[in-house]
Antibody
Framework: QVQVVQSGAEVKKPGASVKLSCKTS????????MQWVRQAPGQGLEWMGI????????WYAQKFQGRVTMTRDTSTTTVYMELSSLRSEDTAVYYC???????????????WGPGTMVTVSS | DIQMTQSPSSLSASVGDTVTITCRAS??????LAWYQQKPGKVPKLLIY???TLQSGVPSRFSGSGSGTDFTLTISSLQPEDVASYYC?????????FGQGTKVEIK
């Protein structure tokens, strides 16, 4: 059974950093890319970036370049997303989602985590 | 970057109606397009990938078409459980941009 479990809600002050986790199980961790997507309250989906769990290669949205870091730990089959210099506009639900196709960067995403709420407030 | 423009932003239709949502890419993306459904308070769900391939378990009243720059999601007989927001996403090249979404309601 494929499972994707995300870490719990976070409350951060402006300027701080947050590191979210996405723990996977039930499939070959290194075979599928993982994307991160966020959704601000009442807003649409926003793509943040993608990581290749095999070699750790990443591709980030221009908007987040310099502020986001995606990593993975193959021993625990977990991917991480760290966002720094937080501001109120970063308040959102953050989702990780697994690529549908094996070892394929250009793929839709069929398995989504439940999301992690991050609130940035002074 | 390639922009994805969805229309309409919202619609209201009756049960049994055929509903069409369009997604336009600012440059050609071949068939590297997915459609997702997100019900209120829920996680997005993959409906269609490769522009027209139905994801396993998705009702056959959902269909997708298009290639290049113009794409369509059709719900052939709208059901109450289809109330949701629908998003297109391109995935031919970075960034994997989403459309702004279409909110579907029952009249």
């Amino acid at each position: 059974q494929v499972q994707v479990v995300q870490s719990g809600a976070e409350v951060k002050k402006p300027g701080a950093s947050v590191k979210l986790s996405c723990k996977t199980s039930g499939y070959t961790f290194t075979a599928y890319y993982m994307q991160w997507v966020r959704q601000a309250p009442g807003q649409g989906l926003e793509w943040m970036g993608i990581i290749n769990p095999t070699d750790g290669n990443t591709w980030y949205a221009q908007k987040f370049q310099g502020r986001v870091t995606m990593t993975r730990d193959t021993s625990t089959t977990t991917v991480y997303m760290e966002l720094s210099s937080l501001r109120s506009e970063d308040t959102a639900v953050y989702y990780c989602a697994r690529g549908k196709l094996v070892v394929t960067l250009s793929s839709a995403f069929d398995i989504w985590g439940p999301g992690t709420m991050v609130t940035v407030s002074s | 970057d390639i922009q994805m423009t969805q229309s309409p932003s919202s619609l209201s239709a009756s049960v049994g109606d055929t509903v069409t949502i369009t997604c336009r890419a600012s440059q050609g993306i071949s068939n590297y397009l997915a459609w997702y459904q997100q019900k209120p308070g829920k996680v997005p769900k993959l409906l269609i990938y490769g522009a027209s391939t139905l994801q396993s378990g998705v009702p056959s009243r959902f269909s997708g078409s298009g290639s290049g720059t113009d794409f369509t999601l059709t719900i052939s007989s709208l059901q109450p459980e289809d109330v949701a927001s629908y998003y297109c996403q391109k995935y031919n090249s970075v960034p994997w941009t989403f459309g702004q979404g279409t909110k579907v309601e029952i009249k």
